[in-house]
């Protein structure tokens, strides 16, 4: 179910990294909860964020979450294409990133959850 | 001690001061530094029983100048417009009279269809894609459309212009001073609009500049040129609109490129009462939609395809979001805003444009007339205006003010309060209640009181001969802004340098 090359944190993000970055979307147990997703808003390149900042905003048709973000770094890409769409994080949520991080640290990454962990947390 | 209107008996409140284990209930006031309590009750004479109350009140009741005792020219944010008997006869229908938060569409159809329509006639009113459900009033529409703007733009200062409604300033600044927003003022020119230079340079790097249309001083600002000269900055641009009823013949904002409207709507059948109830209203280009203070009714259809109107980004309100809502504003001024719509409505594509037309004609006819019986007078500005006009050359206007109030009639605002450079000039307003006697009488009244030889004038004289010959008269024109220190460039000073000419900034 969890994609176990994902990390994951406490408030149902994941992060996928690669080299000294890494790709943040919600998890599918956080978009089963908010319902019908309607709205994203999403950083601007350039913004720099410490863990636990707050990277953007999902609005479902019943609450709107933020999104918070796993690790410190700087945002070097946003996904425009899925805020036309945003409904598709419904969809396939573990498939919908969201943003790309520059990591500050990747080192920081060690202590998020694994997939195992995110099962157990969310059972 | 027992009350007629309070019906906790001692025993009740014995009781409750148990349940909560307090002696008295003077104890409750212990966190009350003993110094500033009141000792020994409050000094009143003995009540009245209710038939003496009345009439006690109605004698105070009638102290009160009024339209029925005094011709009134009082402008300045509350206007005086006929109000249809409809408007309060449609108001009465319980359905409205008792319709509160509307949380439930499956019973308050009614209440929302209303708002909805509200929100639907302001749109094409101002211009804009979109308009929230009401607000308390412009004031507080006004300070959240700059609050609105600066989530928009993610910067964090506000340019307004001095010719925005001076109280309407003092509650952006009460927002603004507790949010650690700096507001910048920038001042109009001698003929009494906005300064285009000192606003341009004023906006850049800012979050929005705020102007209002037609503005305090009457006159009638150019919003295409402001949009123009402040859209490069990257600056949103806020049109205030106090007097709704030029909306009947000026130009939407919406239309000319503007932003956001922050709207007040008293005009539209709400009487001119001692400070409210009032209707403010924000309305807005689409891509404020997210971030739009207060609520919102849309349209949607329900299972059975049949059209329904509900509220929406609730989600982004106080009671959901908590403290991270969109604003603070929590609610709307529903029976105002159905008063409103009521008068919208009923006066429709037709009538408003004639009502505006009937206010501007009054409004200049009775400029004329003031003018042609009082020669010393003079007309501060010469810039186009609705129904409302700054007029000078009254030496100390507060007296001449007083002088007609004597002969019952209000001569509008005197403006030395809010602007200390008009000292000499009063803000009058004519509507369409302003008949053509009662014109007649005030244009005589003034020229009558500029005359009149008082004891005050010796003083008057007295000043003008002190002052050195071959200096350049201060009054008309002579300057750019809102003091005599005033540059256009000072308006890019920094926050915390202090506080007067063209720009000040409060941190």
Same mark, same amino acid.
């Given at each position: 179910?969890?994609?176990?090359?994902?990390?994951?944190?406490?408030?149902?993000?994941?992060?996928?990294?690669?080299?000294?970055?890494?790709?943040?979307?919600?998890?599918?147990? #956080?978009?089963?909860?908010?319902?019908?997703? +309607?709205?994203? %808003?999403?950083? &601007? =390149?350039? $913004?720099?964020?410490?863990?636990?900042?707050?990277?953007?905003?999902?609005?479902?048709?019943? #609450?709107?979450?933020?999104?918070?973000?796993? +690790?410190?770094? %700087?945002?070097? &890409? =946003?996904? $425009?294409?899925?805020?036309?769409?945003?409904?598709?994080?419904?969809?396939?949520?573990?498939?919908?990133?969201?943003?790309?991080?520059?990591?500050?640290?990747?080192?920081?990454?060690?202590?998020?959850?694994?997939?195992?962990?995110?099962?157990?947390?969310?059972? | 001690?027992?009350?007629?209107?309070?019906?906790?008996?001692?025993?009740?409140?014995?009781?409750?001061?148990?349940?909560?284990?307090?002696?008295?209930?003077?104890?409750?006031?212990?966190?009350?530094?003993?110094?500033?309590?009141?000792?020994?009750?409050?000094?009143?004479?003995?009540?009245?029983?209710?038939?003496?109350?009345?009439?006690?009140?109605?004698?105070?009741?009638?102290?009160?100048?009024?339209?029925?005792?005094?011709?009134?020219?009082?402008?300045?944010?509350?206007?005086?417009?006929?109000?249809?008997?409809?408007?309060?006869?449609?108001?009465?229908?319980?359905?409205?009279?008792?319709?509160?938060?509307?949380?439930?569409?499956?019973?308050?159809?009614?209440?929302?269809?209303?708002?909805?329509?509200?929100?639907?006639?302001?749109?094409?009113?101002?211009?804009?894609?979109?308009?929230?459900?009401?607000?308390?009033?412009?004031?507080?529409?006004?300070?959240?459309?700059?609050?609105?703007?600066?989530?928009?733009?993610?910067?964090?200062?506000?340019?307004?212009?001095?010719?925005?409604?001076?109280?309407?300033?003092?509650?952006?600044?009460?927002?603004?001073?507790?949010?650690?927003?700096?507001?910048?003022?920038?001042?109009?020119?001698?003929?009494?609009?906005?300064?285009?230079?000192?606003?341009?340079?004023?906006?850049?790097?800012?979050?929005?500049?705020?102007?209002?249309?037609?503005?305090?001083?009457?006159?009638?600002?150019?919003?295409?040129?402001?949009?123009?000269?402040?859209?490069?900055?990257?600056?949103?641009?806020?049109?205030?609109?106090?007097?709704?009823?030029?909306?009947?013949?000026?130009?939407?904002?919406?239309?000319?490129?503007?932003?956001?409207?922050?709207?007040?709507?008293?005009?539209?059948?709400?009487?001119?009462?001692?400070?409210?109830?009032?209707?403010?209203?924000?309305?807005?280009?689409?891509?404020?939609?997210?971030?739009?203070?207060?609520?919102?009714?849309?349209?949607?259809?329900?299972?059975?395809?049949?059209?329904?109107?509900?509220?929406?980004?609730?989600?982004?309100?106080?009671?959901?979001?908590?403290?991270?809502?969109?604003?603070?504003?929590?609610?709307?001024?529903?029976?105002?805003?159905?008063?409103?719509?009521?008068?919208?409505?009923?006066?429709?594509?037709?009538?408003?444009?004639?009502?505006?037309?009937?206010?501007?004609?009054?409004?200049?006819?009775?400029?004329?007339?003031?003018?042609?019986?009082?020669?010393?007078?003079?007309?501060?500005?010469?810039?186009?205006?609705?129904?409302?006009?700054?007029?000078?050359?009254?030496?100390?206007?507060?007296?001449?003010?007083?002088?007609?109030?004597?002969?019952?009639?209000?001569?509008?605002?005197?403006?030395?309060?809010?602007?200390?450079?008009?000292?000499?000039?009063?803000?009058?307003?004519?509507?369409?209640?302003?008949?053509?006697?009662?014109?007649?009488?005030?244009?005589?009244?003034?020229?009558?009181?500029?005359?009149?030889?008082?004891?005050?004038?010796?003083?008057?004289?007295?000043?003008?001969?002190?002052?050195?010959?071959?200096?350049?008269?201060?009054?008309?024109?002579?300057?750019?802004?809102?003091?005599?220190?005033?540059?256009?460039?000072?308006?890019?000073?920094?926050?915390?340098?202090?506080?007067?000419?063209?720009?000040?900034?409060?941190?």
């Amino acid at each position: 179910m969890y994609p176990q090359d994902f990390k994951y944190t406490h408030d149902h993000e994941w992060i996928q990294i690669a080299d000294d970055k890494g790709r943040i979307g919600i998890t599918d147990y #956080a978009q089963n909860q908010l319902g019908d997703i +309607v709205y994203l %808003e999403l950083p &601007e =390149v350039g $913004k720099k964020v410490k863990k636990g900042d707050v990277l953007g905003t999902v609005e479902s048709v019943k #609450a709107v979450s933020e999104i918070f973000s796993p +690790v410190s770094g %700087e945002v070097v &890409e =946003v996904n $425009k294409p899925l805020t036309e769409k945003p409904e598709a994080v419904n969809g396939d949520a573990h498939g919908s990133w969201m943003i790309v991080l520059k990591l500050t640290d990747p080192k920081e990454a060690d202590g998020l959850l694994n997939a195992t962990q995110y099962a157990e947390l969310t059972k | 001690m027992s009350h007629r209107y309070i019906p906790n008996t001692e025993h009740d409140i014995r009781r409750m001061l148990d349940a909560i284990g307090v002696a008295s209930i003077d104890d409750l006031f212990e966190p009350v530094p003993e110094s500033v309590r009141v000792k020994g009750g409050l000094k009143l004479p003995p009540a009245l029983s209710e038939a003496d109350l009345l009439a006690h009140l109605e004698q105070l009741a009638a102290k009160n100048a009024d339209a029925s005792t005094h011709g009134i020219f009082l402008g300045g944010g509350v206007y005086r417009h006929f109000v249809p008997s409809f408007v309060d006869q449609l108001l009465l229908r319980s359905e409205f009279y008792t319709a509160y938060t509307p949380y439930q569409p499956e019973i308050s159809q009614g209440t929302l269809q209303a708002i909805f329509e509200f929100q639907t006639m302001v749109c094409q009113l101002m211009g804009t894609d979109i308009a929230n459900a009401s607000m308390y009033d412009g004031s507080t529409a006004m300070a959240e459309s700059a609050l609105m703007a600066t989530r928009l733009t993610r910067r964090d200062r506000v340019v307004v212009a001095r010719s925005v409604h001076p109280d309407y300033r003092a509650v952006l600044a009460t927002y603004a001073e507790n949010l650690g927003l700096p507001v910048v003022e920038v001042g109009y020119t001698p003929a009494g609009a906005v300064d285009l230079e000192a606003l341009r340079q004023a906006a850049d790097g800012a979050a929005a500049v705020v102007f209002q249309y037609p503005n305090f001083l009457g006159v009638i600002e150019d919003p295409r040129a402001i949009v123009q000269a402040v859209r490069p900055t990257g600056a949103m641009t806020i049109a205030v609109v106090t007097e709704p009823v030029a909306m009947g013949m000026l130009a939407p904002p919406g239309e000319l490129g503007v932003d956001i409207v922050a709207a007040e709507l008293q005009s539209f059948g709400i009487p001119a009462a001692f400070g409210g109830p009032h209707c403010g209203v924000v309305a807005a280009s689409e891509k404020c939609l997210r971030q739009m203070p207060g609520r919102l009714v849309g349209m949607a259809k329900d299972t059975e395809g049949r059209t329904g109107y509900v509220l929406t980004l609730a989600t982004r309100e106080q009671h959901i979001r908590r403290e991270k809502a969109t604003s603070n504003i929590c609610t709307n001024s529903g029976l105002m805003a159905l008063c409103a719509s009521i008068f919208m409505a009923a006066y429709g594509k037709q009538g408003l444009p004639d009502l505006a037309r009937l206010n501007f004609d009054k409004a200049h006819h009775a400029q004329q007339q003031i003018l042609r019986g009082a020669p010393a007078a003079r007309a501060r500005f010469g810039a186009p205006f609705f129904n409302e006009f700054v007029l000078s050359g009254l030496g100390d206007a507060a007296r001449v003010h007083q002088r007609l109030l004597d002969q019952k009639i209000v001569a509008g605002v005197p403006l030395a309060r809010y602007y200390p450079e008009l000292k000499d000039s009063v803000l009058i307003c004519v509507t369409e209640l302003n008949s053509a006697g009662e014109i007649e009488r005030l244009a005589d009244a003034i020229a009558a009181a500029i005359r009149a030889p008082t004891g005050t004038r010796k003083t008057a004289t007295a000043e003008v001969a002190r002052k050195p010959k071959g200096v350049k008269p201060v009054v008309r024109g002579a300057r750019t802004a809102s003091s005599g220190r005033a540059r256009p460039g000072t308006a890019r000073r920094p926050a915390g340098s202090g506080s007067s000419g063209a720009a000040r900034t409060r941190r």
